[in-house]
């Protein structure tokens, strides 16, 4: 049990349960107060008493028989503040920790729900760049954190693979493209087609006619239509899953845009008969109210949009995975798109609706200005991954020459730095990337963690094997912000998945390896005396543990050695 947990059982309020009590615990602003609070204005109807009396009166009953596990527990307005036995909190904390080690903070909460996360969900025959990299990481790394917390979850890859740029790519493939060249270039070969194509169809307007034509032999089931868009999706999809596979990412489903084409017809036939369908000059649209525009869903040419696919996929996923709550991990600049989205299917009266949720993040652009996304250059993603591998394996060569593996470590740093940048401020923030930021080993970094963590890790190899049985938790008084920490890892999981917000452990990471770097440079810790180095070891162990847990979910390696 953990130590709210025991509170939640210490307090016996008719008609309050035990898990409203627990979720009501909030952390103080200042662990000088308390190690954790319980505010009781929500009793004051059930109680007929002023919060301050229940306050006081509960601590009084509390203070009366204080449970070993705590130290005090004193009323103030309204609030009662708890602290944990730093002796108790420290044995507790630390013995989990060594337990549980890579399920430390794991729970069960989620089972028997599924969340479907819709994320990356990148586009065919265009460049996988730096605008997907938000998408990728924090979809990535909130699929790992509700899957720690015991949900079922799926991962899906809604591929933007129809559309009429495929009829022109089709066209620019004929007629300046060849095998070869777009074999070996990949996505960068198909795109330069495709930005040739929209130059010469400035000076020549029949070709986008003919791309139009090209589109619909794809539609219409064209032989040779449909083996050029087969291979321009197996190209840029081998190329992406050259990147997923350096972030550590997974999907369940690559169910992308073009699965739903035989899928929209009875959602417009719903619509149709519920008589939301209306015309609107030879188009159909659905009138979502006042404040936002029309959702336009056929065209007058009868060709369906981005919006009439998305309703399919809302359709087919509630059906096969029956989900508890489905994320769509996208940019704010479709913002508006999910809410008509959205809207349409409240106006059917699907009661699952509410249970569809836009999770909105930033722009990313990278402040080197020579590849700056706003000069209208593509940034690829796996080309800012290269970067900083390069610049991380600089660093290394300079930190560590004797490293053994060092371009493995590279490789880790590298893509962890970029990776923990773009996670590391709340995701609705614009962010400029920038290569010597994420890359310092001194901030509030990627490598500041890994480094702590391996710093950890070769402590402990030092020390060899030790008996925790033996440990003194009396002596880590000190330790008392780590330790606290270290024991609300749980929470913060569990936050950055309620706020679908992956910062909070990216933040938690920080601020553990922040505390173990003061308490290292004021306490001794191989040879300390008997009982207090057992204690500093566990805690070491620990800390080590915690970093490496929270880096995994974020989908960060955690080398032993920097
Ligand atoms: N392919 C789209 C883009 O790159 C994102 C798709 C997001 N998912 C969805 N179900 N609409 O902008």
């Not at 994320?119 to 938000?134: D, E, Q, T, Y």
């Not at 000076?203 to 321009?232: C, H, Q, T, V, W």
């Not at 008589?275 to 159909?284: I, N, P, R, T």
């Not at 659905?286 to 959702?295: K, L, S, T």
């Amino acid at each position: 049990m953990t130590n709210n947990e025991k509170i939640a059982s210490l307090i016996h309020i008719d008609g309050v349960s035990k898990e409203e009590i627990l979720s009501l615990l909030t952390p103080p602003k200042d662990l000088a107060f308390a190690d954790v609070a319980l505010p009781c204005f929500r009793f004051a109807k059930a109680l007929r008493k002023s919060p301050v009396e229940i306050a006081s009166g509960l601590a009084d009953e509390i203070t009366s028989s204080l449970p070993s596990f705590l130290l005090s527990c004193t009323a103030l307005n309204g609030y009662l503040n708890f602290k944990f036995s730093r002796e108790d909190l420290a044995k507790t904390t630390l013995l989990s920790v060594l337990r549980d080690q890579e399920n430390y903070g794991r729970s069960d909460e989620g089972h028997g729900k599924t969340i479907c996360i819709d994320f990356s969900s990148v586009n065919i025959a265009k460049p996988f760049h730096i605008g997907h990299l938000s998408s990728t990481v924090i979809g990535g790394a909130l699929a790992r954190a509700f899957d720690f917390l015991g949900y079922n979850v799926v991962r899906i890859n809604h591929l933007g693979d129809w559309g009429t740029q495929f009829g022109k790519m089709i066209v620019a493939y004929k007629m300046w493209g060849n095998e070869e060249e777009v074999e070996k270039g990949g996505v960068k070969a198909l795109h330069k087609l495709y930005v040739k194509f929209h130059e010469e169809a400035e000076k020549d307007d029949s070709l986008n006619d003919l791309g139009r034509a090209y589109f619909k032999k794809i539609e219409d089931g064209d032989e040779e239509a449909l083996a050029l868009f087969e291979k321009f999706k197996t190209i840029s999809l081998a190329e992406a899953k050259r990147v997923y596979e350096r972030l550590g990412i997974e999907f369940d489903s690559y169910a992308g845009e073009s699965f739903y084409n035989d899928k929209m017809q009875p959602v417009l036939d719903k619509l149709e008969r519920a008589g939301l369908l209306v015309d609107s000059d030879g188009a159909k649209v659905v009138q979502v109210g006042e404040d936002m525009p029309p959702c336009l869903l056929v065209r007058s040419d009868g060709a369906t949009l981005y919006a009439t696919r998305d309703l399919a996929a809302a359709y087919y996923r509630k059906n096969t995975y029956d989900f508890y709550k489905c994320l769509y991990v996208v940019a704010y600049q479709q913002n508006l798109h999910f809410k008509q989205v959205f809207k349409v299917l409240e106006l059917l009266g699907e009661p699952w609706a509410k249970d569809l949720e836009h999770v909105a993040f930033g722009m990313v652009s990278l402040a080197d200005g020579t590849m700056s996304s706003r000069q209208g250059k593509v940034v690829y993603l796996e080309d800012v991954l290269n970067s900083a591998v390069q610049k991380a394996q600089k660093v290394i060569e300079e930190k560590s020459p004797n490293l053994e593996n060092k371009s493995e470590i590279a490789e880790q740093v590298g893509v962890g730095a970029v990776i923990f940048g773009a996670l590391f401020n709340s995701r609705i923030k614009d962010i400029t990337f920038s290569y010597d930021k994420v890359l310092n080993f001194d901030g509030e970094t990627c490598p500041y963690v890994q480094y702590t963590h391996a710093r950890a890790s070769s402590l402990l190899e030092k020390a060899g094997a030790f008996d925790a049985g033996k440990a003194d938790f009396t002596c880590l008084e000190n330790a008392h912000e780590l330790i606290t920490l270290i024991s609300s890892f749980k929470n913060a999981v569990k936050l950055a998945a309620e706020k679908r917000e992956p910062s909070v452990i990216t933040r938690h990471a920080v601020d553990i390896a922040e505390a173990f770097n003061k308490y290292y440079i004021d306490n001794r810790i191989l040879n300390a005396p008997d009982g207090e180095k057992e204690a500093r070891l566990a805690l070491t162990f620990a800390v080590r543990q915690v970093l490496k847990n929270a880096l995994t979910l974020l989908g960060i390696a955690a080398p032993e050695k920097m």
